[in-house]
């Protein structure tokens, strides 16, 4: 059982940068994947970014390759995603999940732990 706690979400003008934080309970952190996803107003929950444990090979989508960076510390327990050159459509909750061991998954149902969110709203 893990528990995740996200943070640094906030109001940014487009252009800008963010800095998200997620960090886990419990002392197996480094054997999760651990993941990002977000959720706009009246749409699905869907796939940012994924990180797996131990070599921590990343994987990022489309829509944020090239302007989102996830890493991990997992001596910190700790994931981060680095949001660069916002735009408005970034607005949305934003989720940090977990799935035990090497998860290749991008879909919602491919992970089992999941965090209350934080907001990220971007103006234009």
């Known amino acids: 059982q893990v528990q995740l706690v996200e943070s640094g979400g906030g109001l940014v003008q487009a252009g800008g940068s963010l800095t998200l934080s997620c960090v886990a309970s419990?002392?197996?952190?480094?054997?999760?994947?651990m993941a990002w996803f977000r959720q706009a107003p009246g749409k699905e929950r869907e796939f940012v970014a994924r990180?797996?444990?131990?070599?921590?090979?990343?994987y990022t989508a489309d829509s944020v390759k090239g302007r989102f960076t996830i890493s991990r510390d997992d001596a910190k327990n700790t994931i981060y995603l680095q949001m660069n050159s916002l735009k408005p459509e970034d607005t949305a909750v934003y989720y940090c999940a977990a799935v035990r061991g090497l998860g290749l998954s991008t879909m919602v149902a491919g992970f089992d732990y999941w965090g209350q969110g934080t907001q990220v709203t971007v103006s234009s």
């Open positions: 419990g002392r197996t952190f480094s054997t999760y994947t």
């Open positions: 990180i797996t444990r131990s070599i921590g090979t990343t």
